[in-house]
């Protein structure tokens, strides 16, 4: 059930991120054509003004030479559009990845509680039975020994002695998933993203994100919070 409401959970979140995607790279698409447009009208521009510089009166070659330079700034600023473009859908994608390991780990962790009290419950039980069925067996010895009918009142052999405490199960450990060379790396540690994890407020902080055991934390602190690294800064100054 657990499961099931976690990935439901996680489809929700990403079910927009296809569109939101797929609108990036349309976008970039179309600063590539502008690009090409201007690279072209530069080469023309260029072109020109070889052929005429000669005869170009000296204002008119500043003015020939600040085309060609503002149709190199729209190339740039074509070009800055692009890698901002990149990193939205960068950090786009890599917030759902983040999102899917603490998920994981915290569906990992119930798993485990879960398996941990169902095999402490059965444990239990079996104990329960098995001290109830000796009683039981004690008083029917007892009644027949006490039996005057009985013929000889033969002794009984004691039953050979169980056990009463059982080996508890534990849940397997679960394998580490495989980890990408080129996904970012935070914390103190400089480990890649996983289980539960505090962003620092100061906007900043070169780390951003870390890791509450690294940090020395077991639930999230109420109110701002500041990584050991921004502190100390705060402090010199």
Partial sequence: MAKAVYLEHYLDSIEGLPFELQRNFTLMSELDNRTEEQKAEIDKLAAEYVANVKTLASEQRVQHLRKIENAY??????????????????????????????????????????????????????????????????????????DPDSPGRKKLKNSPNVTDSLLAMHP???????????????????????????????????????????????????????CPCCIKEMRKK
């Fill in 172 to 226: 397997s450990d679960v394998l580490d998933m495989p980890v990408d060379p080129n996904e970012p790396t935070y914390c103190l540690c400089s480990q890649v993203s996983y289980g539960e994890m505090i962003g620092c407020d100061n906007l900043d902080c070169p780390i951003e994100w870390f890791h509450f055991a690294c940090v020395g934390l077991a639930t999230k602190p109420k109110g701002k919070w500041y």
């Fill in 73 to 146: 700034t729209k190339c740039k600023e074509y070009s800055d559009d692009k890698v901002q473009l990149a990193m939205q859908i960068y950090e786009l994608v890599d917030k759902h990845i983040r999102r899917l390991d603490a998920d994981l780990a915290r569906f990992e962790n119930d798993l485990k509680d879960k398996l941990d009290s169902s095999s402490q419950e059965s444990s239990d039980d079996k104990r329960l039975k098995k001290d109830k069925s000796g009683r039981d067996k004690k008083a029917t010895r007892n009644q027949k020994d006490s």
